[in-house]
């Protein structure tokens, strides 16, 4: 069979499990399984699946996964997190766009202490929906932050996806949590100042109302006894992972027992907390993992029916500039994540770009993180981005799923414009790994 | 588009009018089943509670050792992965019942009645056939394992096949939820209509 | 696994049969530790007149290298090209290839890797036909070292292969992947690593590496594989023929291995990387062995002093 049909045949294979509605990991298995009857045969094949499923879930890579997702569930269950939303608000002043930039400052924060976007967004949606609809904010102004800020969690360090990603494509976990920092940063801002300028031009979005003064002795005690223990944490776990002092599964697990212990200070570590601590975790993790598991064969069995190398070919054998390839796989990523989540996608694409990446010469610290902004696009790009489906859920129910579409094409161009500053300027990304390491 | 929503998947029958008596009989037989199923996805679902945390303790504990009282150990990083087997797979069964594993519901979404019954039918049994051929295989990879007397040559001599065991054991309950929802499913209708 | 092609006559029907064997390789054909891989592929395929083909279903990324050798145990794969410390938790005597104190023709002329192959051929039904790479392995650091007290508390990435002589030279040895060093070392998470003696300009760190130490220690103990189901359904010619050119693509190989070595020296001095000679290189060595036939010793199931007697002088 010719690479490319090889190819076809995998992809419509998967397709159909996954859009017949199996779970994404069963889907895996069932393609995988047909797969091996095909190119191995049954019975050996089958047992070189169950062995791939297992030391795909026993290297040391993964590990992170779970504990980061357990450090941001803490801090979310046991409530410190809003705090730091709190003592933001108190800070702020009367500046235009005040609760959307409110929501991109916390939804930015909230990011560095969670690995999932999906959180993110709830946690942000839920807390600031209330009050924007009070104040008479557009949807465009509620909506677009709230997605904004959500879609940061993949990319701003910790990230269960950047951890995915680095066990599959190869690419140093370590580098892909240092290097997705400035991008991350880089977007906040990009939209910080499209909030605050399209405040500024069209007051009816975003209505002023007088700001409950809040005192100086507030301000700063909030800032020393809610902001900075969240904060230190944030900095702690960066640092572990940048300074090489720790393995990225180490600093998760400090991370993850300083989320544990801040709350216990607090005493707001009760049973209730902890009960739904460990049941998020778990549930979130373990989706994930299975998916992972499931699929390992996948990749590998790309590989084995030479298709991974036939496309690598193809592709070093084009006339085109190498960039062009770079774009349209970026492209891919972002089309297939308009319906399909973000893990899924990185389970079909990472075995075919990254061998093509490599060949191609480009770094891959870079272009991991330029896959994970484009997932982070697909997440909120209408119809189907996960993102606006937990949205949905927590505004109004006479808000119309088109208002909703309408009212995220801000933050989507804006996010295409930080994917092209990024490409054109690749060391927003590769400068800090490369600081780090000297 | 993907739906992860928390309610359980075993439709709470007690609301429902019950008409036929064959039916009701398979349906208690059924409901004793499910309840005790339950209860063992619960036990495996504490197991890979403490594994987890087992992994968070014994990375730490690895870091105190080497940092603190500069004396590395070298069997944390094997044990956090092999932990990380036993939750992923001990957890499955349990996110299964609450509908936790996720799927693109694009064309699910927009089906109804009947149609949507005989595709999650459809689902529900080709899923149970799947993480059957799954358990077969590991079951006969760790009983392989077993019998050879494999051990890893790890900083810890670990037994293989006991870290291939969750594997199997996960895949055999996820097959046993997935045919207890099958038969929720079928019974739905025969208890009602019939 | 072997496909029948259309024969013409009963007569002639087995020198009509083509065998398509497939192979895994435990690294990526580019890194030159498996450079003796395409010689055994053109060997088989001229001297067998195409009756062989051997098809490469590719490296790590086709077939994880941990699990290669359970691949051709149960036939996913015919051969494999693969490190005895990869799969050695099947047979843990397959790491004697790594201790031997024997040079291959001695090896050879002992009978040693029949008796391995047996070993093997019992425990996960797969014939060894011989050592696939030349060489020896190296430690690769950061801090300088002058003698074998020096290594004390030093943090060193190494697989099974290298946990005895660590060990006794009081280092930590910290395991990772290959893929992981250039990072680990980037980041001073490790003080070095150990490697083969050549192709670690393939991993790319050349430019972080300072000290290369020196004397090389114990063997490379890259295998080749094959299940023995594939091996006993060829015929009897073809099946000495796959043996011959096992052995015939290592002495090949091992001849362009000294002036890889060579090459790799002078580019490793470009970018700064020291020789340094231990004052105790001899007991550096004798730790080495010795540690190593201790462990070994723990680990296996037969008897030690068989496996002496065909890998120790
Ligand atoms: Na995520
Ligand atoms: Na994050």
């Known amino acids: 069979m010719e690479w490319w049909a090889v190819i076809i045949l995998f992809f419509v294979l998967l397709m159909v499990f996954v859009m017949i509605g199996f779970p994404v990991a069963f889907a895996f298995l069932a393609v995988n399984m047909i797969l091996v009857i095909i190119f191995i045969n049954f019975d050996s094949g089958m047992q070189t699946l169950v062995l791939s499923a297992f030391r795909s879930l026993g290297s040391f890579t ?18 410190l997190v809003m705090k730091l939303l709190d003592v933001l608000s108190r800070w702020m002043g009367r500046i235009p766009s005040r609760l959307s930039i409110l929501t991109m400052a916390s939804g930015t924060m909230f990011a560095a202490l969670s690995g999932s976007a999906v959180a993110n967004a709830a946690m942000l949606g839920s807390s600031m929906v209330p009050e924007m609809q009070k104040r008479g904010y557009h949807l465009k102004m509620s909506v677009g932050p709230i997605l904004g800020a959500g879609s940061l969690a993949t990319i701003i360090p910790p990230s269960t996806t950047a951890i995915l990603l680095g066990g599959l494509g190869g690419i ?81 697990a400090i991370g993850a027992l300083g989320a544990l212990i801040l709350p216990a200070l607090y005493g707001k570590l009760n049973k209730d907390v902890i009960k739904k601590t460990m049941i998020g975790t778990i549930k979130v993790s373990g989706m994930i993992l299975l998916i992972l598991a499931a699929s ?85 790009t209408p119809p189907f981005g996960l993102l606006l489906f937990v949205i949905r859920g927590v505004l109004p129910s006479d808000v119309s799923m088109k208002e909703i579409y309408k009212s995220v094409m801000g933050v989507i161009t804006v996010s295409l414009c930080g994917v092209i500053i990024i490409m054109v300027f690749p060391e927003i990304v590769t400068w800090l790994p490369s600081v780090g390491s000297e | 588009m993907i739906k992860v929503n928390d309610k359980g998947s075993s439709v709470a029958y007690k609301e429902r009018s019950v008409v036929n008596k064959v039916g009701l009989k398979i349906y208690k037989v059924y409901s004793t089943f499910n309840k005790f199923f339950s209860k063992i996805e619960n036990l495996f679902l504490y197991i890979a509670g403490i594994s987890i945390l087992s992994i968070l303790i014994a990375i730490c504990y690895g870091v105190f050792a080497r940092e603190v009282f500069n004396s590395p150990v070298l069997w944390t990083n094997d044990l956090a992965g092999y932990l990380l ?35 999650n039918l459809l689902i529900t049994f080709g899923s149970s056939i ?65 | 696994s072997s496909e029948e092609t259309n024969s013409q006559g009963e007569a002639d029907a087995s020198e009509e049969e083509i065998y ?132 004390a508390g030093l943090k060193i990435r190494g697989t099974a292969t290298y946990a005895p002589l660590l060990q006794g030279l009081g280092a930590d040895a910290i395991s990772m992947e290959g893929g992981e060093i250039y990072t680990a070392l980037e980041r001073g998470m490790i003080d070095g690593f150990a490697w083969a003696n050549y192709s670690v300009t393939d991993l790319g760190v050349q430019e972080l590496v300072n000290y290369q130490v020196v004397p090389d220690f114990n063997t490379n103990d890259l295998l080749i594989l094959m299940n023995a189901n594939t091996m006993e359904n060829l015929p009897e010619d073809l099946q000495e023929l796959v043996r011959e050119a096992a052995i015939q693509s290592y002495y090949e190989m091992a001849e362009g291995v000294e002036k890889v070595i060579e090459e790799e020296h002078a580019s490793l001095k470009e970018t ?25 010793n723990t680990r296996i199931n037969s008897d030690i002093s068989e496996l002496e007697k065909y890998f120790r002088k």
């Open chain 1, 62 to 79: 993964l590990t992170p996964i779970p504990l980061f997702i357990l450090m941001g569930e803490v801090l979310f269950h046991s409530g």
């Open chain 2, 130 to 194: 799947v993480t059957f051929i799954f358990f077969w295989f590991s079951l006969k990879v760790t009983l392989s394992s077993y019998n050879r007397g494999v051990v890893l040559l790890d900083n810890i001599p670990w037994p293989e096949y006991l870290l291939l065991l969750p594997l199997a054991l996960g895949s055999l309950l996820l097959t046993i939820r997935f045919l207890i929802i099958f038969t929720n499913l079928l019974l739905k209708e025969k208890v009602i209509e019939t």
């Open chain 1, 296 to 380: 390992a064969g996948f990749s590998q069995l790309l590989a084995f029916t030479g298709a991974t190398s036939g496309l690598v070919n193809a592709v070093l054998s084009l006339d085109t500039a190498p960039i062009l390839s770079i774009i349209g796989m970026l492209l891919i990523v972002l089309i297939l994540g308009t319906f399909i989540e973000p893990i899924s996608i990185l389970m079909i694409t990472t075995p075919l770009f990254i061998p093509v990446v490599f060949a191609l010469d480009f770094d891959l610290v870079w272009f991991g993180i330029l896959v994970l902004i484009c997932l982070g696009i697909g997440n909120i």
């Open chain 1, 172 to 252: 140093s976990v370590g580098d892909l949590l240092i290097g997705g920092i400035l991008p991350g940063l880089l977007l906040a801002t990009l939209m910080i100042v499209y909030f605050m300028v399209i405040g500024a031009f069209d007051s009816s979005l975003a209505p002023k109302y007088e700001v409950e003064k809040s005192s100086w002795k507030e301000r700063i005690r909030g800032l020393i006894f809610d902001a900075f223990p969240l904060l230190g944490l944030i900095f702690l776990v960066v640092w572990l992972i940048f300074s090489g002092f720790a393995t990225p599964t180490e600093s998760a």
């Open chain 3, 20 to 151: 398509n064997i497939k192979v895994a390789t435990a690294l990526d054909l580019t890194n030159k530790q498996m450079a003796g891989f395409p010689i055994f592929k053109e060997i088989i395929e001229e001297t067998s007149d195409g009756r062989i083909q051997i098809e490469h279903v590719g490296g790590p990324e086709a077939i994880p290298g941990f699990n290669q050798g359970e691949a051709v145990s149960n036939g996913t794969v015919d051969m494999s090209w693969v490190f005895s410390s990869y799969y050695a938790e099947s047979v843990p005597e397959a790491l004697v290839s790594n201790f031997t104190e024997l040079s291959y023709e001695e090896e050879i002329e002992r009978g040693s890797f029949e008796y391995l192959s047996e070993l093997h051929e019992n425990a996960m039904n797969v014939k060894v036909l011989g050592r696939g790479a030349q060489g020896k392995y190296s430690i690769f650091l950061n801090d300088e070292v002058n003698s074998t007290e020096d290594f």
């Open chain 3, 272 to 296: 700064g990387t020291e020789f340094i000679e231990l004052e105790d290189s001899e007991k550096f060595q004798t730790i080495a062995l010795e540690q190593s036939w201790e462990w070994l």
């Open chain 2, 85 to 119: 087997v036993y939750a992923v797979f001990f957890a499955s069964p349990w996110i299964l019942k609450n509908n936790g594993h996720v799927k693109v519901d694009l064309i699910l979404g927009n089906l109804q009645g009947r149609v949507l019954k005989y595709v």
